[in-house]
């Protein structure tokens, strides 16, 4: 069955880098449109950014996120820099047009 593990989340200060991981199993990760979301406390869940033969991101994140994947290894990343106190979410991994979703990683961001 399809399994989504996202890890690599933590607290930073503001200004601060991090890099999150998703590690797929259960399909076939290098045919499916990957996708970053995440959810703030209190708000809906949010798309963050998309890899296929692009990478597309949200209008908050660009310049500060970077999205890749390594189909070898089935995983996806996000580089996250300049993180600001707004980032604070929970993040998540989803491949398109596959309704599952992971328990994600937190990330806090605050001095």
């Known amino acids: 069955q399809v399994q989504l593990v996202e890890s690599g989340g933590g607290l930073v200060q503001p200004g601060g880098s991090l890099r999150l991981s998703c590690v797929a199993s259960?399909?076939?990760?290098?045919?499916?449109?990957m996708s970053w979301y995440r959810q703030a406390p209190g708000k809906e869940r949010e798309l963050v950014a998309t890899i296929s033969s692009t990478r597309n991101y949200a209008d908050s994140v660009k310049g500060r996120f970077a999205i890749s994947r390594d189909n070898t290894k089935n995983t996806m990343y996000l580089q996250m820099n300049n993180l600001k106190p707004e980032d604070t979410a929970v993040y998540y991994c989803?491949?398109?047009?596959?309704?599952?979703w992971g328990k994600g990683t937190l990330v806090t961001v605050s001095s």
């Open positions: 259960g399909f076939t990760f290098s045919s499916y449109v």
């Open positions: 989803k491949p398109d047009g596959i309704t599952y």
